[in-house]
């Protein structure tokens, strides 16, 4: 049944996000095609709160541009007055906070120039309404820390901290812990204060995962300076990058060279909404329903303030994450997503748009896989409707306990259809909301000729376009040295227009190789030599690992987890022959950032004991064995482990993965 949400009571007073309702668009979409609608709403979208930051820029450029003029003049033998120099300061002063400003990023889908209408600089808390305000002063550390200090004066405040710390004046010990180890995850700058004190990881936003050339090399230069210890590039579960070993200083001319190859990695970390995940082969996929990179985009930047770092987003009571899919497979794992878009048709009217999932997070205490909204929307109302359910979020997520703060807990305390009635509310309130309250089932089954629920993305695969191929390679545990990510640059700019593509399983691919070229790329040597860790047809073990970064650089972590996975794998591919690939994920700690849930066999850190020569029991690293977690159209998390306190040592851990593989998949012993 349709339905006109905004003639519905609501809960919601609407006064009350007067701030988002001065957004709203107000020219129709009908006549624009899908990806003139995208972009065309995020053109019109928060265009306030980007002025927030901007003046943030403009501010702290205001006075080295100033004295530049002036030693220009001076220099010229230009006589100036003090009248006339107040006239260039005022004139620099207004073009920050003009009301007429322009700012534009270009991006792969067109220029987004956004006209900034607002004089006022507003702060993440002026978001905020006043019983969400209440809530947060009385919540946990970090919502305390979040008003006293708000995270959105950090992009410019890494800047001054970077200066100060080149002049000698401080260091970074002298810096306050809930700016170290908390603000500046706003500017996506992590201190790895356990492993590595004073070095910080960098996270990026890699909208679908899609890289270029220019920017791989780039990685590798900027991590280059510290060392192959150190100095290391991870693709994440998330299909984005992370940089790791700098200093405070590097971070901050890290953070502002990143727009200038088209990336960013403000609002990545902390309570903010994640890296945007699509399908990596959107647009090549012959099994293609919906091209996720043009919708990824555009959250991305409106989320984001094109880059720059957006206020309003920056009070939310914690994480959150979106992803789309754009097939049948769902590569981008919807169902562990809090909003997971499945594109599906109308039945009857063939309308392209999206069932809708909420909910699905991994944490310590719960873990919770994706349930239905029970709701369909068109494809052109999926920013809207992300808008009304982050604004939900934002406003009505717990402040108290951070392990109940995820969105879950959220549509629980409210129930579903007071939940669902509240995002059509915000909608309509936007610009009007076309809703069905049911979902789609597929018209047919799919005959697709993928292993366990889904294709693998390895190795050698035509595309929808005549004579083009895409091409998988593995990346071990997804981690990256310096050469290897020049390696890939020189292997995209010969073989695929200069685009890299990353997957949710920390892997990459190289789109549009033509056919005639396939195998030159298979033949290339960094294939093939001894020592070299990169492959496009690596083993059904060890080939479909994935690992989270583990206790080399996390606080959280309680084991080793890539060396460690990567040798038992490795290991397991010489003792057992398998019909298919088995999925091996392997996390640190309890928080799951490995998603062991989700994998075919998944090992979580956890404590255990082992006999020591004496006979002693003595306490050692270990992990929690788990096995069942299904992806794809039939997703299925196994929440219980099938074993607890397993040692992690060969010794102790291959018997019982050779057993599962044996068992559970069907694998047999070699001779």
């Known amino acids: ?18 701030n988002t309702s001065n957004y709203m668009p107000s020219d129709s979409m009908n006549d624009l095609s899908t990806h003139q609608a995208i972009d065309s709403r995020v053109h019109s979208y928060n265009v306030s709160s980007n002025i927030d930051s901007l003046r943030h820029m403009a501010y702290t450029a205001v006075a080295p541009v100033s004295s530049s003029i002036v030693s220009f003049l001076i220099t010229d033998n230009v006589i100036i007055t003090s009248k006339m120099l107040l006239i260039v300061v005022f004139a620099l002063l207004a073009s920050a906070t003009s009301v007429e400003g322009y700012v534009g990023r270009q991006n792969a889908y067109g220029r987004c120039t956004h006209k900034l209408y607002s004089n006022s600089f507003k702060l993440g808390k002026d978001y905020l309404p006043e019983e969400t305000l ?198 981008a794992h919807t169902h562990i997503n809090d ?52 604004t939900l979020f934002r406003d009505f997520g717990s402040r108290k306990d951070r392990q109940k703060a995820r969105l879950m807990w959220l549509i629980e305390e409210m129930g579903m259809d007071k939940f669902r009635q509240e995002v059509f509310a915000l909608m309509s309130s936007y610009r009007g909301a076309m809703m069905i309250n049911t979902q789609f089932e597929p018209a047919q089954q799919y005959t697709s000729e993928w292993t366990q629920g889904h294709r693998s993305l390895l190795g050698v695969h035509p595309q929808k376009q005549d004579n083009l191929n895409f091409i998988g390679v593995h990346i071990p545990v997804g981690r990256l040295s310096v050469s290897e990510c ?16 990353l997957t949710v399983e920390q892997n990459a691919i190289f789109p549009n190789i033509h056919t005639n070229q396939v195998s030159s790329f298979t033949e290339e040597p960094v294939f093939h030599e ?98 069942g977690g299904k992806i794809g159209e039939d997703a299925m998390l196994a929440e219980k482990p099938m074993m607890t306190g397993i040692p992690l040592t060969e010794e102790d851990l291959i018997p019982v993965l050779t057993k599962i593989l044996v068992d559970t998949f069907h694998g047999q012993l070699k001779q």
């Open 134 to 331: 209440t809530r947060a002063a009385g919540g946990n550390m970090f919502e305390k820390v979040k008003l006293t200090n708000d995270p959105a004066n950090v992009w410019t405040e890494v800047t001054e901290y970077a200066a100060a710390i080149r002049s000698g004046t401080i260091d970074w010990k002298d810096i306050a812990s809930d700016d170290m180890d908390i603000r500046v995850k706003y500017a996506g700058m992590f201190h790895r204060k356990k492993a590595t004190p004073g070095k910080f990881m960098m996270r990026l936003r890699v909208p679908n995962g899609i890289l270029n050339s220019q920017q791989l090399r780039y990685f590798a230069d900027a991590v280059e300076p510290y060392g192959p210890e150190l100095g290391v590039v991870d693709i994440t579960t998330r299909a984005n990058i992370q940089l790791r070993g700098m200093p405070l200083e590097d971070a901050a001319d890290i953070f502002k060279h990143l727009p200038t190859i088209g990336l960013t990695c403000a609002m990545s970390g902390l309570d903010n909404l994640r890296n945007m995940v699509g399908s990596p082969i959107a647009g090549i996929d012959p099994y293609e329903i919906y091209d996720t990179r043009a919708l990824t985009k555009s959250i991305d930047d409106w989320y984001t303030g094109n880059g720059l770092g957006n206020p309003e987003w920056c009070n939310m009571p914690r994480k959150f994450n979106i992803a789309i899919s754009g097939s049948r497979d769902d590569f």
């Open 339 to 390: 909003i997971g878009l499945i594109p599906i048709h109308h039945s009857r009217t063939n309308q392209l748009g999206f069932n809708v999932v909420l909910g699905g997070y991994f944490s310590i205490k719960r873990i919770a896989g994706a349930i239905p909204m029970d709701c369909w929307i068109p494809e052109d109302e999926a920013l809207d409707f992300c808008r009304a359910v982050l």
């Open 530 to 627: 001894d020592g070299s860790r990169l492959s496009i047809y690596p083993g059904q073990i060890s080939g479909q690992v994935v690992s989270c970064t583990g206790s080399q650089f996390c606080p959280l972590a309680l084991v080793e987890t890539k060396l460690t996975i990567d040798a038992l794998t490795r290991k397991l591919d010489e003792l057992v022959t398998i019909p298919n690939p088995v999925r091996i994920h392997m996390t640190g700690c309890p928080n799951s950032c490995g998603q062991v849930q989700l994998a075919d066999i998944g090992l979580m850190g956890a404590p255990a004991k082992k006999m020591n020569a004496e006979g002693v029991m003595k306490a050692v690293p270990g992990v929690n064995v788990f096995v």
């Open 486 to 501: 020049r390696i890939l640059a020189d292997l995209a700019d010969k073989y695929s227009d200069g685009e890299v593509r």
């Open 1 to 18: 049944m349709y339905s006109n949400a905004g003639k519905q009571n609501s809960i919601i007073d609407l006064q009350r996000m007067q």
